[in-house]
């Protein structure tokens, strides 16, 4: 990517050009026009000139331009993008309004681009969840049909099998009812209906709670949940610490039912102007890249066969993109065919 030109420095090069036209003016005086020009009198004259010159490149740009950039470029992310999850690079690199309004302009062209794209595949995508809505409730649906004709005819009496049959078929309405449930979730948080309990809450310590209570799952495949640093002090956020905890637990879940054997989970916590940015990253096998713009499309499932086989319903991804909208912000993902995936959001740091 091509370095941006810092507006500083580019001031700053304009008064030394202006300093040195005037040098120039002098000595050409001075040597046409048999004028008797005092060295130190030149030189004075010299850096008044660029002094001056930068001065006026200075105010002229920071008070006249300046104030109309910065409102254009908080104008774009406050009425097209703000929902952006903050950049860490722009507390540590000095502000440049118009580096940041290009910024702001390309992420919004890049953003109506998604959307235009999103649109044009709008039909196809909604005749493929219906389908997959249809294939996910019939499978459940069969199985228990399948169960149940083979103990009314004769399998009740049969004691090597009525129990079984009967388990396979709670487990198949206990799959029907969460999807169900999840369905009913995503339905209200795009209409709006569910409502968020905002409360202040420590992030680091839900975090640890939640780790404590999936540590046996990650132990059956070696895998470590472990955190970018201890936290001992509290992290406080304000949000919906239910639904929070429902984001966290499916992500942490995801990362250990796709990840490797004897992998890691790791989360990092990071303060970042007014908000806490959470990382989640694993280095298991990563996800294709032809995948990720679908990611958290509900139903939708990268290895459709082994997604069933972990017991997932397909909708856990888009109820947590929900969610963080749900907050004003947004979750976006980065992966790595044979690295690893890192989901990252952002949530309102508690004052």
Known sequence: MEKKKNISVSIFKLGLLNAFVCLSGFLLLFYFGNFKIDIAYLLLSTFIC?????????????????????????????????????QK??????????????????????????ELKHFENLDSYRKEYLGNVS????????????????????????????????????????????????????????????????????????????????????????????????????????????RIRQVLVNLITNSIKYGKDNGTTEIALNY???????????????IEPVHLPRLFERFYRIDKGRSREQGGTG??????????????????????VGKGTRFTFSLSAAQ
């Open 50 to 86: 660029f002094i001056t010159g930068f001065l006026i490149l200075y105010y002229f740009y920071y008070v006249s331009v300046t104030k109309k950039i910065n409102f254009l470029t908080e104008k774009i992310r406050k009425k097209f993008l703000n929902k952006e999850i903050p």
């Open 89 to 114: 690079h722009d507390q540590l690199e000095e502000e440049d309004g118009l580096a940041q309004l290009e910024e702001r302009v390309d992420d919004l062209i890049l953003s109506r681009e998604m």
């Open 135 to 242: 294939h996910e409730l019939k499978t459940p649906v069969f199985n228990i049909q399948g169960y149940v004709d083979t103990l009314i005819n004769g399998g009740l009496e049969d004691d090597t099998i009525n129990v079984d049959y009967l388990k396979r078929a709670e487990k198949s309405i206990d799959r029907l009812i969460n999807i169900i449930d999840d369905l009913e979730t995503l339905t209200q948080l795009e209409s709006g209906e569910l409502q968020l309990d905002m409360d202040v809450f420590d992030l680091a310590y839900l975090i640890k709670d939640i780790y404590a209570a999936l540590e046996l799952i990650a132990a059956k495949r070696n895998i470590k949940l472990e955190l970018a640093k201890k936290y001992e002090k509290p992290i406080y956020v304000k949000a919906d610490k239910f």
């Open 272 to 286: 970042l102007n007014d908000d806490v940015i959470i990382e989640i990253k694993d280095n298991g096998m990563g």
């Open 315 to 336: 909708l856990g991804l888009a109820i947590v993109k929900h969610i963080i909208e749900a907050h004003q912000k947004s979750i976006k993902v980065d992966s790595e």
